[in-house]
């Protein structure tokens, strides 16, 4: 059965930022291209998006919420991915966005089902690289990436201020 294509699918993105300042993007395994995007994915039904970020993880990277990772924002705002050339007959995907810090990282161990590549650098760095076609990243990632160096910046200066 062909799904029809103005459907909306609710979906998580989680950018997961290091104690060093790196953040960390996949190629999912499903995808035929080499895009680099944040972990993440569906959320089932009766899920919530917080449910659905954990469960994700630890499909993805075997971490546990609490232990390997904590959900640092959510962004209130959702985005649609709409179907495109290669979205034929798929559903329109809403992704809510979070940001999460790792807490302990047991070497970067991944679900090699899920996931085809891992890159690590800062979201300076996959900005440059995509903007210098050393990288492909997904449509909707530019954009979240400088929405997170902006929210990260602000983090920075409120704990500057807090501690002057």
Do not use: C
């Not at 034929?88 to 161990?109: C, M, N, S, W, Y």
């Amino acid at each position: 059965m062909v799904q029809d294509s103005n459907t909306i699918k609710d979906a998580v993105g989680i950018i997961l930022e290091k104690a060093d300042g790196t953040i960390i993007l996949v190629t999912p395994r499903k995808w035929a291209e080499d895009v680099f995007v944040v972990p993440g994915g569906k959320i089932k039904q009766g899920e919530s998006a917080e449910e659905s970020v954990e469960r994700e993880m630890k499909e993805e990277f075997n971490w546990e919420l609490d232990v390997n990772f904590e959900i640092t924002y959510r962004d209130p705002e959702t985005k649609l991915k709409e179907p495109g050339v290669d979205y034929i007959g798929k559903p329109t995907l809403r992704f809510h966005d979070f940001f999460a810090r790792v807490i302990h990282e047991e070497g970067l161990q991944f679900n090699e089902q899920e996931i085809k590549e891992v890159k690590i650098a800062t979201p300076e760095e996959f900005l440059r690289m995509h903007e210098s076609s050393e990288i492909i990243l997904g449509e909707l990632m530019p954009d979240y990436l400088k929405k997170f160096i902006a929210w990260r910046d602000e983090q920075t200066e409120r704990q500057r201020e807090l501690q002057a």
